[in-house]
């Protein structure tokens, strides 16, 4: 059961994606299916990279906490996203921790793995560069997008990824405090509340603790 489940997420995942069924094999061989306890370190700051990681379930927080002992919430990794990449690849250490804020699944493509076969097998190395190559066309896309953006429009840009992440829903839940949101998108809290305010007055959104029901989806991409 788990070496199907390994197969299927290895073969849809970006990076995998133009691999060959026998390549996909080789590399599930060397990949292990972890659960995550809510609360659990899966790696801190400091530590070698023996792998790299692919959410299936539950969610991921990457920080880094200050000299002073202040949190900067770096990114909240939902299923489908991995993460340890670049360290991996670069043989460093890591730089931020990553902490499970659910109950999580996670495959780690151990670094064994991937090594041997980007050595044994050169069509391997051309076909992961065709896969990243379509990503960062994308990633270039929202990079350029979210420098240009305000607080207000990076909180509405998050909120309508979010409602299509979860089918287009009018009603999403934030997948975490608004602390560690605002963070992420690097607003203070404050501003991050005065924003949910004024589009709750603009009659663009309606809030009940971490639920957000958007009602007017056009109002929102366009307001100002």
């Known amino acids: 059961m ?79 996203q991995s993460f340890g990449e670049a360290i991996l690849f670069l043989e460093r250490s890591f730089p931020i921790y990553a902490q499970a804020t659910l109950d999580s699944k996670v495959l780690i493509i151990t670094r064994d793995a991937i090594f041997n076969i980007l050595d044994n097998d050169i069509t391997v190395v051309r076909r992961m560069l065709a896969g990243i190559s379509a990503r960062n066309r994308q990633l270039v896309n929202d990079i350029e997008s979210i420098s240009l953006q305000n607080s207000a429009q990076r909180l509405i840009g998050y909120l309508l990824q979010i409602s299509a992440d979860a089918g287009n829903s009018t009603s999403v839940k934030l997948p975490a405090n608004k602390l560690t949101i605002a963070s992420m998108l690097n607003i203070t809290p404050e501003t991050f509340s005065r924003v949910l305010l004024r589009l709750c007055n603009a009659g663009l959104i309606e809030t009940n603790g971490k639920e957000i029901i958007i009602t007017d989806v056009n109002g929102l991409r366009n307001f100002e």
Request: net charge negative; no cysteine; proline share 5%.
């Open 2 to 80: 788990d070496k199907a489940l390994i197969i299927n997420n290895l073969s849809t995942f970006y990076l995998f994606s133009e691999l060959q069924p026998e390549q996909i094999e080789q590399l599930a061989a060397g990949t292990k299916l972890l659960d995550i306890p809510r609360g659990s370190i899966l790696f801190n700051r400091g530590d070698r990279a023996h792998g790299f990681y692919l959410l299936l379930e539950g969610q991921i927080k990457l920080g880094v906490i200050s000299p002073q002992g202040d949190e900067k919430v770096i990114g909240l990794i939902q299923p489908g």
